[in-house]
């Protein structure tokens, strides 16, 4: 590897830590950051995690553009085209162990106490996703206290009347109450995989991975209108990434597998892990770059129409769901209907063409 080579690796290396710290620091300042990072290792393990992430399958690959010839990619490169996929899952289960495993329930030295939405402090990371990501949409969640005309109208609170000791059936149904939940749930909510209304998430994700798509179509015609009014046609690409033509020539089955895959661990990386704790700027940036290594600069505008839109879904919908089944439904168009036909019109006008 040559001298620039090792500068541009370091220097994206170094962007991978200070993007990984920020998040962190989002996260604290949002007051979600997980009891278990009250503990300096188990915080400084997270990050490093996220910035080994971050340097991965975003910063590494954009520092390596151009640097190098193409890679003839062959079927058994597959399994690569898992491997971002891969390393998100694992570093989401890291990142909850470390903040959330093996930890009392009592605050440790240093870690506010988790309090509810009630004191007007905002939710913390004890609360539900919805919680932490109204937060991230509004700055808080902050609950209006009472003013004096409506605490006088409600006058002086008096004390309940005692009621009949609880039989054995309602003290088994209170001790049911108090049971804490268990660790899927709460993983399950840390992320926002937990939806009061299915059947509508699913619609809602179907519908908008056809808008997402016919709103990336009328923003990549836009760009390419603009490009040629300024005659800047040259810098349009003019073949499609080695990626996309390799994808598109494997078997239907693996890329149904990948547009799933995409569409499930990119929303739960991005959106579940990263949106609900740095906010949706910051999320949307690093989803876009992550693709930048295809080497086509102005679909990074379409992709920013996608996740924007992927964000919008999370912060209405309060889960990841719609945005999980509307990423999944684009990539699946793409990759099963909309480029093999386009390489086969281009083929084909190739042919023809004298």
């Known amino acids: 590897m040559e001298t620039t080579d090792l500068i541009l690796q370091a220097m994206a290396l170094l962007v991978a830590v200070a993007t990984a710290l920020l998040v962190d620091r989002q996260a604290e300042r949002r007051g979600v950051s997980p009891p278990g990072f009250?503990?300096?290792?188990?915080?400084?393990?997270a990050a490093a995690?996220?910035?080994?992430?971050?340097?991965?399958?975003?910063?590494?690959?954009?520092?390596?553009?151009?640097?190098?010839?193409?890679?003839?990619?062959?079927?058994?490169?597959?399994?690569?085209?898992f491997s971002f996929h891969a390393l998100m899952a694992l570093v989401m289960l890291a990142w909850y162990a470390l903040g959330f495993l093996a930890i009392g329930r009592e605050p440790v030295s240093g870690e506010r106490a988790p309090t509810s939405l009630d004191d007007g402090e905002g939710p913390t990371a004890e609360d539900s996703p919805g919680e932490i990501f109204?937060?991230?949409?509004?700055?808080?969640?902050?609950?209006?206290?009472?003013?004096?005309?409506?605490?006088?109208?409600?006058?002086?609170?008096?004390?309940?009347?005692?009621?009949?000791?609880?039989?054995?059936?309602?003290?088994?149904e209170?001790?049911?109450?108090?049971?804490?939940?268990?660790?899927?749930?709460?993983?399950?909510?840390?992320?926002?995989?937990?939806?009061?209304?299915?059947?509508?998430?699913?619609?809602?994700?179907?519908?908008?991975?056809?808008?997402?798509?016919f709103g990336m179509v009328a923003v990549m015609m836009a760009v390419v209108g603009l490009f040629a009014a300024f005659g800047g046609e040259e810098a349009l690409p003019q073949a499609p990434p080695q990626a996309?033509?390799?994808?598109?020539?494997?078997?239907?089955?693996?890329?149904?597998?990948?547009?799933?895959?995409a569409g499930f661990f990119e929303e739960a990386f991005f959106r579940g892990l990263l949106q609900a704790r740095a906010g949706v700027i910051l999320s949307t940036t690093l989803f876009v770059l992550a693709h930048a290594s295809y080497e086509q600069p102005f679909m990074l505008v379409g992709l920013t129409f996608l996740s924007l839109l992927m964000a919008a879904l999370v912060l209405w919908r309060q889960n990841i769901?719609?945005?999980?089944?509307?990423?999944?439904?684009?990539?699946l168009v793409q990759l099963l209907v909309v480029i093999p036909q386009l390489l086969d019109f281009v083929g084909n006008a190739e042919v023809a063409s004298p």
Not at 38 to 45: D, E, N
Not at 144 to 163: L, T, W
Not at 252 to 261: D, F
């Open 38 to 45: 009250a503990v300096p290792i188990r915080r400084g393990g």
């Open 174 to 213: 209170q001790g049911e109450e108090q049971r804490p939940e268990g660790g899927l749930v709460r993983f399950a909510r840390q992320f926002g995989f937990i939806t009061r209304r299915p059947g509508e998430d699913l619609a809602l994700g179907l519908l908008g991975g056809i808008v997402a798509w």
């Open 321 to 331: 769901w719609p945005a999980v089944v509307a990423h999944a439904t684009f990539d």
């Open 49 to 81: 995690l996220l910035a080994f992430t971050f340097y991965f399958g975003v910063f590494g690959p954009i520092a390596g553009i151009g640097r190098s010839d193409p890679v003839e990619l062959t079927p058994a490169d597959t399994p690569w085209l």
């Open 134 to 172: 109204a937060e991230q949409a509004e700055g808080g969640v902050e609950v209006p206290s009472p003013s004096p005309a409506a605490e006088e109208e409600r006058g002086p609170e008096q004390e309940p009347e005692p009621g009949p000791e609880p039989g054995p059936e309602q003290g088994e």
């Open 244 to 261: 996309v033509t390799f994808m598109v020539g494997l078997p239907w089955v693996v890329r149904a597998a990948l547009g799933l895959s």
